[in-house]
T-cell receptor, first 113, second 116 residues
Framework: GENVEQHPSTLSVQEGDSAVIKCTYS??????FPWYKQELGKRPQLIID?????GEKKDQRIAVTLNKTAKHFSLHITETQPEDSAVYFC????????????FGTGTRLLVSP | AAGVIQSPRHLIKEKRETATLKCYPI?????VYWYQQGPGQDPQFLIS???????DKGSIPDRFSAQQFSDYHSELNMSSLELGDSALYFC???????????????FGPGTRLTVL
């Protein structure tokens, strides 16, 4: 089955710096890769996603890149703000209906003012 | 926009008791997924349903069962509760019947189950 590895497990940055979180996956059939932000005790919230026919996608301060050959994808957050502090999960999915999400182990991002 | 609804939000049970968690998907969504998230862990897939039929099964204990009803809401039934069942239980929904962008899963607020 699919296995998703995520690094780093914790990331501390200063406000205004950039943050990068990296994930690798094992199942070559996976072709949909969402990123979720989760604040303590709350639901995972989708912040951006990318499909295998796209190499990069950007939404304001957030961007995701995908290297399907190497089976890795990354989340980039620029101009970080304290409210970006949360746990971020990457996930992989086969891209067809009914398929489960396989999550990475999460990255705790702390943005200090 | 309407979101996924879960009830109850908090539940406290004793060991060996039973619990029922409910999930109401986003309107027009036909697929429901259940995930279990322990403290400091990533969400783990339990089971999913499409059009009232089980569509996939993950690491769900035999003590747990689930179903999806004609109005697409789903219930997760948990029996013989153990201390290790204490966790956040999330339901997510998607429009699973169509691919190409309709598979995005949206999560409900979760049910925090505490087993004493």
């Amino acid at each position: 089955g699919e296995n998703v590895e995520q690094h780093p497990s914790t990331l501390s940055v200063q406000e205004g710096d950039s943050a990068v979180i990296k994930c690798t996956y094992s199942d070559s059939a996976s072709n949909y890769f969402p990123w979720y932000k989760q604040e303590l005790g709350k639901r995972p919230q989708l912040i951006i996603d990318i499909r295998s026919n796209v190499g990069e996608k950007k939404d304001q301060r957030i961007a995701v890149t995908l290297n399907k050959t190497a089976k890795h994808f990354s989340l980039h957050i620029t101009e970080t703000q304290p409210e970006d502090s949360a746990v971020y999960f990457c996930a992989a999915h086969r891209g067809t209906g009914f398929q489960k999400l396989v999550f990475g182990t999460g990255t705790r991002l702390l943005v200090s003012p | 926009a309407a979101g996924v609804i879960q009830s109850p939000r908090h539940l406290i049970k004793e060991k060996r008791e039973t619990a029922t968690l409910k999930c109401y998907p986003i309107p027009r969504h036909d697929t429901v997924y259940w995930y279990q998230q322990g403290p400091g862990q990533d969400p783990q897939f339990l089971i999913s349903f499409y059009e009232k039929m089980q569509s996939d099964k993950g690491s769900i204990p035999d003590r747990f069962s689930a179903q999806q009803f004609s109005d697409y809401h789903s219930e997760l039934n948990m029996s013989s509760l153990e201390l290790g069942d204490s966790a956040l239980y999330f339901c997510a929904s998607s429009l699973g019947s169509l691919a190409g962008g309709r598979d995005t899963q949206y999560f409900g607020p979760g049910t925090r189950l505490t087993v004493l």
